[in-house]
């Protein structure tokens, strides 16, 4: 049997343990594990983050901060320019395919405040941003995004996603458990 390998992005994953989560599930997948934080501020937010980050390395995940899921190719340029780690030949391939990617992840995106317009928008400017990334030689190419409770129809996420031309093939529970 020949293994699959994707590659993965993972945006705004918090102290990166979904992200260590999902390479140990799927070992020959490329993942690109993002936040939207600096590193530094990761430190100070996440006492166990200091040490997830040698692991997810050595596990052959690419690490990238300050990562904007609503501007995905600008800020993993940016992103790009300012490593200086053993990932950059990974990511230098990566920017060669133009910053586009088999799967696209975001879990749980929060604005940290309760607004559901501005949620409303952070959908959209992601939907679109995502889009744009995925590779558009595989049709079976995906955004998987996990929402909690009411957060789907409070930020309308139908009407975002049609209005980007995207389509909903299944909604699931997240189950934390299988992570």
């Known amino acids: 049997m020949i293994a699959v390998c994707l590659d993965v992005l993972i945006l705004g994953d918090g102290n990166f343990s979904f992200s260590m989560a999902y390479k140990k599930r799927f070992p020959n997948d490329r ?3 993002t936040s ?3 590193q530094s501020n990761l430190s100070q937010k996440y006492k166990e983050f200091n040490s997830l ?3 997810l390395k050595a596990a052959g995940c690419v690490v990238m901060f300050e990562v904007d899921a609503t501007n995905i ?3 993993l340029k940016s992103s790009f320019k300012k490593s200086e780690d053993e990932s950059k030949t990974t990511m230098e ?3 060669k395919k133009g910053w586009l990617f088999d799967l696209i992840i975001f879990n749980f995106p929060h604005l940290g405040v309760e607004d559901q317009v501005m949620h409303r928008f952070l959908l959209s400017h992601f939907l679109d941003s995502a889009r744009e990334r995925l590779l558009p030689t595989k049709p079976e190419a995906a955004i998987r995004l996990s929402l909690t ?7 309308e996420l139908k009407k975002q996603v049609e209005r980007t031309g995207l389509k909903i093939l299944n909604s699931e529970d997240f189950r934390e458990e299988d992570w």
């Open 31 to 33: 993942v690109f594990a």
């Open 36 to 38: 939207f934080d600096s």
């Open 53 to 55: 980050l040698p692991k």
């Open 73 to 75: 190719e600008e800020t």
């Open 93 to 95: 391939a990566q920017e």
């Open 149 to 155: 409770l009411d957060q789907a129809r409070n930020w």
